[in-house]
Nanobody, 122 residues
Framework: VQLQASGGGLVQAGGSLRLSCAAS????????MGWFRQAPGKERDFVAA????????YYASSVKGRFTISRDNAKNTVYLQMNSLKPEDTAVYYC????????????????WGQGTLVTVSS
């Protein structure tokens, strides 16, 4: 499966952005999908994941209550709605398709998008 993330940009603290990740190739609905982020000089961290039909979602504690992951299987797209953004949310955000194992670990994901940069100014 090929993944293309978009929607990043520059936003002021307290603002909102919605990231999108369009998938092509193998059946999108057969994958648990996740979002990860990597801040400058830091490791890639889990942000959120959503199961096949969206029946379950999982969030990092740092974003819970502010971010919402969703998916539209008819459009082969997964979204990340980010509200109440903080400067510490600044990172490159990656979408990924899960292959097996813990949803919280990057090593559990087989396919990755190219990343989209989110910059939150104070």
């Amino acid at each position: 499966v090929q993944l293309q993330a978009s929607g990043g940009g520059l936003v002021q603290a307290g603002g909102s952005l919605r990231l999108s990740c369009a998938a092509s190739g193998r059946t999108f609905s057969s994958y648990v999908m996740g979002w990860f982020r990597q801040a400058p000089g830091k490791e890639r961290d889990f942000v959120a994941a959503i199961t096949y039909r969206g029946q379950s979602t999982y969030y990092a504690s740092s974003v819970k209550g502010r971010f919402t992951i969703s998916r539209d299987n008819a459009k082969n797209t997964v979204y990340l709605q980010m509200n109440s953004l903080k400067p510490e949310d600044t990172a490159v955000y990656y979408c990924a398709a899960h292959g097996g194992g813990s949803y919280y670990l990057g090593t559990s994901y087989d396919y990755w998008g190219q990343g989209t940069l989110v910059t939150v100014s104070s």
